[in-house]
T-cell receptor, first 113, second 112 residues
Framework: EDQVTQSPEALRLQEGESSSLNCSYT??????LFWYRQDPGKGPEFLFT???AGEEKEKERLKATLTKKESFLHITAPKPEDSATYLC??????????????FGRGTSLIVHP | DAGVTQSPTHLIKTRGQQVTLRCSPI?????VSWYQQVLGQGPQFIFQ???????GRGNFPDRFSARQFPNYSSELNVNALLLGDSALYLC???????????FGQGTRLTVV
């Protein structure tokens, strides 16, 4: 069974204080690892897809990296508008080509001005 | 470009009732997935449909069913509602089964 564990559960930062969120996973045959941002009461907003160990992707103040066991979402010089819950999901290689992703519980990030 | 649209946005139902939630995918996307998200948890996969066929089913009881129409829109039906069915129901669309999914704003279902 695929598993995703995100840490920390909650993180409070001062504006400009860089940090990293962790997503540890176990999956049979990784097809893709996804990062989403979710604001309260809203649907998740797609950020990144990573497919293989060593891959990195960047978007504004966010950078996602991937190893064989975990992924990191680095936030550089965060601003209050970066406050949200960040979700990680993995998609394993099930037979038959079905798409059954597993999500973590998320990291709640609050950035204080 | 219109994103994924879901209706209704909020819904209150009584235990034992039935509910139908609707989803329109992004234009050009042929795959629709449904998720249930309870407060403080990540989304839990319910169904995926691709080209009107069920491609995946999560660990949910038979009270949950779904279908996809020729225009790729989808409905999620839940029968015999329980208090524990109260959650945010999310629809996501993607080009195919192995690509990233884009979510709608969700339907907040409250069962009383």
């Amino acid at each position: 069974e695929d598993q995703v564990t995100q840490s920390p559960e909650a993180l409070r930062l001062q504006e400009g204080e860089s940090s990293s969120l962790n997503c540890s996973y176990t999956v049979s045959g990784l097809r893709g690892l996804f990062w989403y941002r979710q604001d309260p009461g809203k649907g998740p907003e797609f950020l990144f897809t990573l497919y293989s160990a060593g891959e990195e992707k960047e978007k504004e103040r966010l950078k996602a990296t991937l190893t064989k066991k975990e992924s990191f979402l680095h936030i550089t010089a965060p601003k209050p508008e970066d406050s949200a819950t960040y979700l990680c999901a993995v998609q394993g290689g099930l037979s038959g080509g079905s798409y059954i992703p597993t999500f973590g519980r998320g990291t709640s990030l609050i950035v204080h001005p | 470009d219109a994103g994924v649209t879901q209706s209704p946005t909020h819904l209150i139902k009584t235990r034992g009732q039935q509910v139908t939630l609707r989803c329109s995918p992004i234009s050009g996307h042929k795959s629709v997935s449904w998720y249930q998200q309870v407060l403080g948890q990540g989304p839990q996969f319910i169904f995926q449909y691709y080209e009107k066929e069920e491609r995946g089913r999560g660990n949910f009881p038979d009270r949950f069913s779904a279908r996809q129409f020729p225009n790729y829109s989808s409905e999620l039906n839940v029968n015999a509602l329980l208090l524990g069915d109260s959650a945010l129901y999310l629809c996501a669309s993607s080009l195919g089964g192995w690509t990233e999914a884009f979510f709608g704003q969700g339907t907040r279902l409250t069962v009383v």
